[in-house]
């Protein structure tokens, strides 16, 4: 039986818009943005490193500066990553708070970075009026415990943390090599192929 639900952000949570996110860095002045956001390698960059935690927030502004040419804020970064957003698949927020009440204990796990963190921990993230972080039982992120999807890992540090039985959890994932570290701990998994559309094919799951 599942007690235990854990869902990825980009792509799952939120339905993403790539090229915003990197005419906005463009914009900023990170030459050849593009480079920086091409899927399974951005690991490589200090954008990548940022989000596993791996540099500081201090360093990580300095080396974009260097990039820039000129100095460039936190909050400028944090408007130019969340270009990713465009917003919540319909009725997300509703069968969150169903499935909460539901009994269900729901969480988020997610490669990020503290730029994106900063607003979806936020007070003004409130799509319907209640900060988004209220509909969970916790957040985990990659760039705050130092560890990232898809190494297997970052699924048991959940499990230990929540003292959660992989048995009675499944793991929501967009990206398919997210989901085999899940399956190596113990957990359930589920493939989301459409961002907008999957809500109705999960429950019928659990």
Known sequence: MIKNLIFDWGGVLSVSQHQEAVNRFSDL???HADKYFIEGQNWRSI???VEEGTITIADFL???SVLCQKEITFEQI???WWGFFSH???GMLKQLKTWKEEGYRIYMLTNNNPFMMSYIRSEEFAPEGKP???YFDKLYVSCEIGLSKPNKEIYQYVLNDEK???????FVDDRKQNLIGAKEVGMHTFFVEDSENWIDAF????
């Open 29 to 31: 002045g990170v030459p």
């Open 47 to 49: 954008f990548g490193q």
């Open 62 to 64: 300095k080396q974009v």
């Open 78 to 80: 944090a408007y130019a």
């Open 88 to 90: 919540l698949p319909q």
């Open 132 to 134: 988004f972080y209220s």
């Open 164 to 170: 959660l039985n992989p048995a009675e959890t499944i």
């Open 203 to 206: 429950k019928s799951i659990l």
